[in-house]
């Protein structure tokens, strides 16, 4: 049976001779309500994780995009199945399709908690998936074991269950070069080893198929959702082999915007009163869209529908709009930015 249930998810300087061994904590690393990632899927010919270790260079320039999502760290409230997901803490919204992915996020560990995609496609788990463990530092490792179900409710219903045990390790620290000229001097490899087990019964015929899942994750800390993915899923001695590639196209840590929109975006006065200000210059025109949401994921207001020129300078009045904290969310074809702002 396809591997789909982990595959979800499924968040600039010079090198010098001397790299940092970043340790990874809840505070560097879990999503904040708000925060957009967009990630860009690639073709997976010929991309292979390298080794682990320290002092890597990991050159991943040549990546080709095959598409584009953006994901928007929401509150799990703020989501209709919400219920379906006890324990959940936050919730990535895909802003371009339908995809939820509920995770558990505390002082000690990130979980996967689940997806859900349509009423006819969704999965659960008993016992979630630790993905990270808080603080992590260079080798450090565990095993967490975990169990879910798939379940499909279309043409042909299936409910697929699935437990496992993952092995989790910081394996590697290093320079990550991405495409774009974009480059983290500080990145972290994550590396899982997973061993599981499906089984389901399709038109009253119990099959049972056991996985091996591969997963390499590249981190940089201060950024909240992972830079580079290759995800390998293996069927023991069957014939089911599925590989997928991600990578975040997010500027973090002073790296400048592929278009420059981060680099140069000013918020002001923040907190507002009445009036927001919002100033930026785009290296280049193109169509950006800018709207308001509220901690919930609700976009409350469009700011500007798809303008066209390179130096922007909007005045907001906000008087109309309740008190409280919101996020500003600028879109363009090829970056997605966000920024906290509060209205007093």
């Not at 002092?55 to 994901?71: F, R």
Request: include cysteine.
């Amino acid at each position: 049976m396809k591997k789909i249930l982990l595959s979800l998810f499924a968040f600039a300087g010079s090198v010098s001779a001397t790299f940092a061994q970043d340790s990874l904590t809840a505070s560097n690393m879990n999503p904040n309500l708000g925060e957009a990632f967009v990630s860009v899927t690639c073709d997976t010919t010929g991309v292979v994780p390298g080794s682990g270790g320290a002092a890597m260079v990991w050159d991943y320039t040549g990546l080709v995009s095959t598409g584009l999502d953006t994901g928007l760290a929401v509150m799990c409230a703020a989501t209709p199945n919400c219920s379906m997901f006890p324990g959940t803490t936050i919730a990535i919204k895909s802003v371009t399709g339908t995809t939820v992915n509920y995770a558990i996020a505390n002082s000690t560990k990130y979980a996967q908690n689940g997806y859900y995609y349509t009423a006819s496609q969704y999965a659960t788990f008993t016992d979630p998936l630790d993905q990270l463990h808080y603080p992590m530092h260079y080798l450090d490792s565990f095993a967490d074991t975990y169990a879910g179900t798939i379940t499909y409710t279309g043409v042909v219903p299936i409910t697929a269950h699935e437990n496992g045990i993952a092995n989790v390790k910081y394996d590697g620290y290093g320079t990550l070069k991405l495409p774009g000229g974009v480059i983290y001097p500080n990145a972290v490899r994550v590396r899982s080893s997973q061993l599981f087990t499906d089984s389901a019964s399709v038109f009253g015929i119990d099959t049972v198929a056991s996985f091996v899942l591969s997963t390499y994750t590249w981190y940089t800390p201060g950024y909240h959702s992972p830079l580079f993915t290759i995800l390998k899923s293996d069927q023991v001695g069957g014939g089911i082999h599925t590989k997928t590639v991600t990578y975040s196209k997010v500027a973090v840590l002073g790296v400048a915007s592929i278009n420059g929109l981060s680099s140069s975006l000013t918020l002001y006065p923040n907190p507002a009163y009445n009036e927001l200000n919002i100033r930026f210059t785009l290296a280049k025109s193109e169509a950006i869209h800018i709207t308001l949401t509220d901690l919930l994921g609700r976009e409350v207001a469009t700011i500007a529908n798809d303008i066209q020129q390179s130096n922007v300078d909007i005045k907001y009045n906000t008087a109309q709009l309740p008190r409280g904290i919101y996020i500003v969310r600028l879109q363009t074809g090829s970056e997605t930015v966000t920024h906290k702002v509060e209205l007093l």
